[in-house]
Nanobody
Framework: QLQLVESGGGLVQPGGSLRLSCAAS????????IGWFRQAPGKEREGISC????????NYADSVKGRFTISRDNAKNTVYLQMDMLKPEDTAVYYC????????????????WGKGTLATVSS
């Protein structure tokens, strides 16, 4: 019953924006740190952002820093990834995942994963 469902992917032109959502069901999202990850064709999965359970701590991969913003609304059991100034190299399947510790997101690995949503950046 523990589920994470990503949404908001699609096709966007370079320089455009997408807002991804990660909705949790079957558990209280506010008890978990959440990470966003992505996997581009032919590349390893990349951790791009983490947010602590209260939203007070965040981090970003260098590849997205200054362009992406992670946030959460625990009352809605949802985490967001606002993606601005998108580049073709941002094209990937984006996954959200949950873990009990912020440090799991940073270093150790996540416990629950969504199925992903595809974001394609192309002119």
């Amino acid at each position: 019953q523990l589920q994470l469902v990503e949404s908001g992917g699609g096709l966007v032109q370079p320089g455009g924006s997408l807002r991804l959502s990660c909705a949790a069901s079957g558990f209280t999202l506010g008890s978990y740190a959440i990470g966003w990850f992505r996997q581009a064709p032919g590349k390893e999965r990349e951790g791009i952002s983490c947010i602590g359970s209260s939203g007070g701590t965040t981090n970003y991969a260098d590849s997205v820093k200054g362009r992406f913003t992670i946030s959460r609304d625990n009352a809605k059991n949802t985490v967001y990834l606002q993606m601005d100034m998108l580049k073709p190299e941002d094209t990937a399947v984006y996954y959200c995942a949950a873990a009990g510790s912020y440090y799991d997101c940073l270093y150790y690995g996540m416990d629950y994963w969504g199925k992903g949503t595809l974001a394609t950046v192309s002119s």
